[in-house]
C-alpha cells in the first residue's frame, strides 16, 4: 500500500511519501508436465544484444516490429533487419500496432510528460531498407476521451493500444474504460468498459472476426463484447494445470491470434527475477500452452525486471502462427502449436513439354502446383493428386499407390514422398498477361488470381481474346486508374490479349476532406439592365378581403393581480478568491517495513527510512482526485487522494514491483471541462 499524507495551503502542497511493503512467502511445489502441445523455440528467428526490447507488433506481410532503446526495428519474417526509425516527438515508446497499411502506432510520452498515441506512416510498403517513417501530422494525436463539448481532452493516461485487423479502427486503453477511433482519428465510442467495474485497462487486443475486445484488467483479463456492455469471459489463469492457483501475478500485455481468437498473457511467476511465462488460452479461459523457462523451452528466461511485449503472425508468410516475445535484451520467437504428430513432406515435380501449363493440386489442401509443388501432411494421411490440363495435355503420374482416374493419384504419408507429373503442350493462340499493383490491393479476372503488390505467378498468366479484370482496393486505398486496360466501369476493365500484354492497377491512399474554405469577397454590382416591354393587361383582380376592425372600446376594469412567478435561476459562481502563500517544500521520503521474529518468537515490524532526492509539490482542486504512479509508460501503483482540513491523503494499490528509478505521480481532479492534471517526477533510490 502506497501512502501519501501532507499539509497543504489551498492549492499547494508539500508531499512526505511513505512506502511500506509487505513481503508474502510463496510455497512452490514441483511443476507438473505440460500436455504434449507446445510452441517451439525457434532461434532462427530470434534476435538478441538488443538494449530495452519491449512492444511488439506483426504487420500482414510478417514483418515484426519491436520498440528498442527509443527505436522501432523492423525485421523481416526470415528475421533479417529491414529498416528502423526513432518516433518523433516521443520518448519512452513500449507499445505498438501496425495496420494493413503498415502505418504504425506508437504509445509514449512527450517530452512534457503528456502520454499518447501517435500514427507513422511508412513512405513505401511492403518495408523496405529505403522506407522512411514520417508522423502523421493530419491527423489527432489519439488520447484521452471526447467530451460533451466535443473535444479530444489532453493529457489523459493512455496504457494500450491495438488495432482491429478487420476494419483498421484504432483502440485505446485510457484508464478506467476503452475508446475505439476511426483510421482518420474519429471517436467511434468513448464507453467501452464503462460501468462494468474493471479495474485499470492495460494490454488489449481485438478479435477482427467478432470486435470482441480483450484487456488486461488486474488481477485478471476479460474480454469484452464488441459494445464493451458486457464481460465475456474473464480469465484468471486457474485452467493451467502447472500452477492451478491462478495467474501469480497478470502482466500488463497481451496479443490476439486472430486464426482462433486465443489470448496470450504474460505472468509474472512470483518472486523469481527470471522465472517469468506467457500463458495461452481460448476466448472462454480453457488453457492451451504454456510458452517460458522450464517449460518445453530452457534456452529462455523472460526477465520480470522490464516490460515484455507480445505479438502473433497472423500473415500468410512462411512465419505464419508464430509467436514473438520481448524481454530487455531479447526477442524469442516460437513456432505454431505443436501436438507432437509426426509430418512427412510430399513433393510434386512437373515434367514434359507442357510442364510449365498444367497444374496439379492435392486433398487435403496444400499443394497447389503452380506456386506450391511441395507441403508436410500427417504420418498415415492419404493424399489425393489431381492434375488440371489447362494448356496442356497430362501424359502419366510416377509415384502413386493407385491411379483412381487418368488425372487421379493417390499417395500414403508413411515417408517423405516424391510424385512426377508428366505434361504434354498442346499449340494455342495464349499470350503472356502480366499485372503490376502500385499501393494497397488486389486484382483478379481470367488467368488472375489474388494478385496484390507482392507479385509472384499469382500476377502471370496466359489468356486469349478479351478479358475483364477487378480491382479491390485494400483498406484506405481507392482505385485510381488502369494503364494498358480501357476502363468498363468503376473497378473493372478490359484488354484485348492478343500479344503479350501488361497491365497496372494504381491504387492511392484514400483523402481525408479538408474543412471548408472561406466565402469570397462580395462581387461588384452590375450595370442597370434595359427597361423590359410593357406587358399585358391582367384579368380582372379577386374581391378584396373585408375592412379592418374598427376603433377599440373602453378600456376594462383592472383585474386582479396575479399569482407569484417561479424563483429565478441561481447566478453564476463568483470569481475563486486569492490563492494563499505557497507553504515550504517537504522532504520526500521511503519507509520500508519488512516482518521479523524476535528472540523470543514474537512477530513485530522493522523499518528502515531513506530521504529520496528532489523536493514534490502538487497542484489540485476538489477534495477527491484519482492518482497513479508511473514510469516509462506503465503504472506501478494507482488509486485515490483525498483533500480534507488542511491535509491530502493519498492510496495507492501497487500494481508492479517498486525497484529503484525516476517515477512520475500524476493527480487528475474534477470531470469534463473542469478537469485538473498535474504531474510530478521523483527518484527512487
Not at 383582380?541 to 417561479?566: F, S, V
Amino acid at each position: 500500500m502506497l501512502s501519501i499524507s501532507t499539509p497543504i495551503h489551498r492549492f499547494a502542497i508539500a508531499a512526505f511519501v511513505a512506502l511500506t511493503c509487505a513481503l508474502a512467502t510463496l510455497l512452490c511445489a514441483s511443476t507438473p508436465a505440460l500436455a504434449a502441445e507446445e510452441h517451439p523455440y525457434l532461434a532462427s528467428l530470434s534476435h538478441t544484444g538488443l538494449t530495452g526490447a519491449c512492444g511488439a507488433a506483426v504487420d500482414p506481410e510478417g514483418d515484426l516490429y519491436v520498440a528498442v532503446n527509443e527505436k522501432v526495428k523492423v525485421y523481416s519474417p526470415t528475421g533479417g533487419l529491414i529498416t528502423e526509425f526513432a518516433p518523433a516527438e516521443l520518448e519512452g515508446v513500449c507499445k505498438l500496432a501496425v495496420d494493413s497499411s503498415g502505418d504504425v502506432y506508437a504509445l509514449g510520452r512527450t517530452s512534457g510528460g503528456e502520454s499518447r498515441v501517435d500514427r507513422y506512416v511508412p513512405s513505401v510498403y511492403p518495408p523496405t531498407g529505403a522506407t522512411t517513417y514520417k508522423l502523421d501530422k493530419t491527423l489527432e494525436h489519439i488520447n484521452g476521451v471526447k467530451t460533451e463539448y466535443g473535444v479530444f481532452v489532453t493529457g489523459f493516461e493512455v496504457y494500450g493500444v491495438a488495432v482491429d485487423p478487420s476494419n483498421q479502427n484504432v483502440y485505446v486503453a485510457e484508464g478506467t474504460h476503452i475508446s475505439e477511433y476511426k483510421p482518420n482519428g474519429t471517436l467511434v465510442s468513448g464507453t467501452i468498459g464503462d460501468g462494468l467495474g474493471l479495474e485499470f485497462a492495460y494490454g488489449i487486443g481485438v478479435d477482427g472476426s467478432t470486435h470482441d475486445v480483450y484487456a488486461v484488467t488486474y488481477p485478471t483479463v476479460s474480454v469484452l463484447n464488441a459494445a464493451g456492455t458486457a464481460i465475456l469471459a474473464t480469465i484468471n489463469g486457474t485452467s493451467n494445470p502447472n500452477f492451478p492457483g491462478g495467474f501469480h501475478e497478470v502482466g500488463n500485455n497481451l496479443a490476439v491470434d486472430q486464426a482462433n481468437g486465443d489470448v496470450y498473457v504474460e505472468d509474472i511467476n512470483g518472486e523469481a527475477s527470471k522465472h517469468d511465462v506467457v500463458d495461452e488460452f481460448t476466448e472462454t479461459g480453457g488453457f492451451v500452452s504454456q510458452i517460458g523457462p522450464k517449460f518445453g523451452s530452457p534456452e529462455i528466461e523472460f526477465e520480470e525486471a522490464g516490460e515484455m511485449g507480445i505479438a502473433t503472425d497472423n500473415s500468410s508468410a512462411p512465419s505464419k502462427g508464430d509467436v514473438y516475445v520481448t524481454s530487455q535484451e531479447y526477442v524469442y520467437a516460437f513456432g505454431p502449436l505443436s501436438s507432437g504428430v509426426t509430418e512427412y513432406p510430399l513433393e510434386v515435380k512437373k515434367e514434359g513439354t507442357g510442364a510449365s501449363e498444367g497444374k496439379v493440386t492435392s486433398t487435403p489442401a496444400g499443394i497447389s502446383c503452380g506456386a506450391t509443388c511441395s507441403h508436410s501432411f500427417p504420418e498415415g494421411e492419404t493424399v489425393t493428386l489431381t492434375a488440371t490440363e489447362e494448356g496442356a495435355t497430362f501424359t502419366k503420374w510416377t509415384g502413386c499407390k493407385a491411379e483412381p482416374t487418368r488425372t487421379t493419384c493417390e499417395v500414403e504419408m508413411t515417408e517423405a514422398k516424391t510424385v512426377k507429373a508428366e505434361f504434354t503442350a498442346v499449340s494455342s493462340t495464349k499470350f503472356p498477361l502480366n499485372v503490376y499493383i502500385t499501393g494497397n490491393g488486389k486484382v483478379n479476372g481470367g488467368p488472375i488470381v489474388e494478385c496484390t503488390s507482392a507479385g509472384g505467378s499469382a500476377c502471370e498468366g496466359k489468356a486469349e481474346n478479351t478479358v475483364t479484370l477487378t480491382a479491390t482496393p485494400g483498406a484506405g486505398y481507392v482505385l485510381a486508374g488502369w494503364i494498358g486496360c480501357k476502363k468498363t466501369g468503376v473497378e473493372t476493365c478490359e484488354v484485348d490479349v492478343t500479344a503479350p500484354s501488361e497491365v497496372t492497377a494504381v491504387f492511392l491512399q484514400e483523402g481525408v476532406k479538408g474543412s471548408t474554405g472561406n466565402q469570397g469577397p462580395q462581387g461588384s454590382t452590375g450595370s442597370e439592365g434595359m427597361e423590359g416591354a410593357a406587358g399585358r393587361q391582367g384579368q380582372e383582380g379577386e374581391k378584396g378581403a373585408n375592412g379592418g376592425q374598427g376603433p377599440a372600446g373602453e378600456k376594462g376594469a383592472t383585474g386582479a393581480n396575479g399569482a407569484a412567478g417561479a424563483q429565478g435561476p441561481v447566478g453564476p459562481i463568483g470569481p475563486a478568491g486569492p490563492a494563499g502563500p505557497e507553504g515550504p517544500a517537504g522532504k520526500v521520503q521511503v519507509v520500508t517495513c519488512t516482518t521479523v521474529k524476535s528472540k523470543k518468537g514474537k512477530k513485530q515490524q522493522k523499518c528502515t527510512t531513506k530521504t529520496v532526492s528532489g523536493t514534490v509539490t502538487f497542484t489540485t482542486t476538489g477534495s477527491v482526485a484519482r492518482a497513479t504512479l508511473s514510469r516509462h509508460g506503465a503504472v506501478y501503483a494507482a488509486g485515490t487522494a483525498h483533500s480534507a482540513r488542511g491535509h491530502m491523503s493519498l492510496r495507492l494499490l501497487p500494481v508492479r514491483k517498486l525497484v529503484t528509478g525516476r517515477y512520475t505521480l500524476t493527480l487528475v481532479s474534477g470531470t469534463g471541462s473542469h478537469e485538473r492534471i498535474r504531474s510530478e517526477s521523483f527518484t527512487l533510490r
